[in-house]
C-alpha cells in the first residue's frame, strides 16, 4: 500500500536527534517557554526573512490571535469585514468569526486555486478591512495583485500559511513574510510539522508582536501583571524543539516533494485527470498535489484498488457545513466545482522513486 503520507517515515529520520533534545528538556527542569521556544522563534523568524516569530499553541489560533491583536490596537473593530478564500480549510473562516469579525467568501481562481482578484474586486465593501489569503495546497497566491489592491484600499494583508511553509516568491520574499502578518500550523501532516500541535505567527510589526506574545500568554505584560484579557496559547517546549531540529532539513524536503512534483507534471498524461497550474516553481511548496477528475468516488476507489491510498482536500466547502449555517445559502458555483472533483495523491519528502512510477503508470491508465 502506498500511504497518502508515512509520518512515521518522516519523523524516523530525526530519532536520534529527537531523543538528544528530550533529554536535554528534561534536564533543564524548565517546561513551559523556555529556552527551546525562544531558540525556535528567532530560527524561524531568520528562516521567513520577518523580525519575530512568536510561538503559539496551534494554527487556528495564530489566525485568531493576529486578528485579535489588531482589534487591540484599534486597527480592526468588532464587525469588520475579511475577504478570505472560499475553498479554504474551515480554520481560516474560524479565526475570523472567534476574532468577532465577518468573514466574507471570496471564490477561487479555477486554474491555481487560489483567492481571485477579480472576485476580491466584487466582494468589498466599506466595511472590509482585511484580506486573508491563504496559500492553498502549498502555493503562494498572487500577491503582487493583493498587494496593489490592498493598497489602494487601505486592508490589512493577513496570510495563512498553514500549507506553504518555506514557499518563495519570485522577489526572493517567502511566505510569511508577503503581508502584515502570517499564521503557520505545525501540526504532524505540514510541510514543518511537529509531533503534536504547534503553531506561530511571523511579522515585522513591532507593537502587533508583543500584542500576540502578551495576548498568548493571559495578557500578561510580567509575572501576574495582566494588560489585556488573553488566552492560553503557548508553543510547547517540546515541540519547539523538535521544530528546531526539523527546521534544518526543510528546503531539502520541499525541493524533494517539488521534483515528485515535476514528475507527477510531466509524466502523467491523461485527459480525465486535470494536473494542478504551478505559476512560479519555487512558489509552490506542494503541501498537496490535488487533481481535478469527473468522477471522483470512481477515481479514488480505482486507486485505493491499486494499492495507492487519496485524500479529499476538501470534501465539503467551509460554506456548506452545518457549523456555519448562516452561510450556507451562499452561491460559490467555482468553490463548489473544486471540492467536487478535487483529489489529493500521495507527495511527501520519503516517498521513493519506485513508489512515484508505479503512481504514474496507475493514473496513465485510468
Ligand atoms: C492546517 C491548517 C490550519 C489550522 O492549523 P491547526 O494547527 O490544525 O490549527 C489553518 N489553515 C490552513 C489552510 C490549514 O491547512
Redesign the pocket.
Known amino acids: 500500500m502506498i500511504k497518502f503520507l508515512d509520518l512515521h517515515k518522516i519523523n524516523q529520520r530525526f530519532e536520534v536527534d529527537f531523543q538528544a533534545k528530550f533529554k536535554t528538556f528534561i534536564d533543564s527542569g524548565h517546561y513551559i517557554l523556555g529556552h527551546g521556544v525562544a531558540t525556535f522563534e528567532t530560527e524561524f523568524a531568520n528562516y521567513c526573512g520577518t523580525k519575530y516569530a512568536i510561538g503559539v499553541g496551534?494554527?487556528?489560533?495564530?489566525?485568531t490571535l493576529i486578528l485579535k491583536a489588531y482589534m487591540a490596537l484599534g486597527e480592526l473593530q468588532k464587525g469588520d469585514e475579511v475577504l478570505v478564500p472560499a475553498n479554504?480549510?474551515i480554520?481560516?473562516i474560524l479565526?475570523i468569526i472567534q476574532a468577532d469579525l465577518i468573514p466574507v467568501f471570496v471564490e477561487p481562481d479555477l486554474d491555481t486555486y487560489n483567492i481571485s482578484i477579480a472576485d476580491v474586486k466584487r466582494k468589498i465593501t466599506t466595511k472590509t478591512k482585511a484580506v486573508l489569503v491563504?496559500h492553498?495546497y502549498g502555493q503562494l497566491a498572487n500577491m503582487d495583485a493583493i498587494q496593489q489592491f490592498a493598497g489602494s484600499n487601505n486592508l490589512l494583508i493577513i496570510e495563512?500559511a498553514?500549507?506553504a511553509h518555506g514557499a518563495t516568491y519570485k522577489d526572493n520574499r517567502r511566505a510569511g513574510n508577503l503581508g502584515n502578518a502570517a499564521?503557520f500550523?505545525?501540526?504532524p501532516?505540514?510541510n514543518l510539522g511537529a509531533l503534536g500541535?504547534?503553531?506561530a505567527v511571523t511579522t515585522n510589526n513591532t507593537q502587533l508582536a508583543q500584542t500576540i506574545k502578551m495576548l498568548s500568554n493571559y495578557g500578561t505584560t510580567s509575572k501576574y501583571v495582566n494588560k489585556l484579557a488573553g488566552c492560553n496559547s503557548r508553543l510547547d517546549e517540546i515541540q519547539a524543539l523538535f521544530l528546531s531540529v526539523k527546521l534544518k532539513q526543510l528546503d531539502t524536503d520541499n525541493d524533494f516533494r517539488r521534483k515528485v512534483a515535476n514528475q507527477y507534471l510531466s509524466k502523467v498524461k491523461n485527459n480525465k485527470i486535470i494536473l494542478p497550474l504551478c505559476t512560479e516553481s519555487k512558489s509552490h511548496v506542494f503541501?498537496l498535489f490535488v487533481v481535478r477528475v469527473n468522477k471522483k468516488e470512481e477515481f479514488m476507489s480505482y486507486l485505493l484498488k491499486h494499492n495507492i491510498e487519496t485524500l479529499n482536500h476538501y470534501p465539503i466547502p467551509p460554506h456548506k457545513q452545518d457549523a456555519l449555517r448562516g452561510f450556507n445559502h451562499l452561491k460559490l458555483p467555482i468553490t463548489e466545482q473544486i471540492h467536487n472533483t478535487v483529489v489529493s495523491l500521495p507527495i511527501s519528502p520519503v516517498m521513493s522513486n519506485d513508489d512515484v512510477n508505479y503512481l504514474i503508470n496507475v493514473l496513465n491508465t485510468y
Open positions: 496551534n494554527g487556528l489560533d495564530a489566525i479554504t480549510y480554520a481560516s479565526g491563504v492553498l495563512d498553514a500549507q499564521a500550523s505545525f501540526y501532516a505540514k500541535d504547534a503553531g503541501h
